[in-house]
C-alpha cells in the first residue's frame, strides 16, 4: 500500500470516526519509519537504520538552528593598537584560561578557546 494511499485512508477514518486498532498501528509505524532529520553544525547524518532513530519516535529531533561558529563570526574583530592581546571569554565562571595573542602578523587572530577575534591597527 502506497503511503499516500494509507494517509487518505486515514483522513477518511479519522473524519468517519471508525478507526480499527489494526490500521493505527501500521499508520503510525510507517509515519515513523522516515524521521525528519535536520543539518547539525557537524552535518551529521544517521543512516535510515541507525538504532539511535529510535529516540525520535513519535517526536522530531530539534536542532538548534544558532550554531556557535555562526554566532562568533558576526561579531567583528576587535581592533587593538597592542601587539599583544589577551582575551579570558569574559571571565568570571563562564570564561576561559586567560590567554595571550600576538598580534604582529598581518590579518585577523582568533582566540583559541572561544573563537573571537583580534587584529592590529597600529597607531598613526
Known sequence: MSRLTLLNLC???LLN???????????RSVSNA?????????????ESDDYR???????????NPNF???LIDEIPPTPSHERVVWC???????GHPKV?????QPGNHACGYCGLRFVYQPKH
Open 11 to 13: 483522513k477518511k477514518s
Open 17 to 27: 470516526n471508525k478507526v480499527s486498532k489494526g490500521n493505527l498501528t501500521y499508520i
Open 34 to 46: 522516515f524521521p525528519e532529520d535536520p543539518i547539525t553544525h557537524t552535518d551529521q547524518r544517521w
Open 53 to 63: 532513530l529510535s529516540r525520535f519516535v513519535n517526536k522530531a529531533k530539534q536542532v
Open 68 to 70: 556557535a561558529i555562526k
Open 88 to 94: 579570558n571569554g569574559g571571565g568570571g565562571p563562564m
Open 100 to 104: 595571550y595573542i600576538n598580534l604582529d
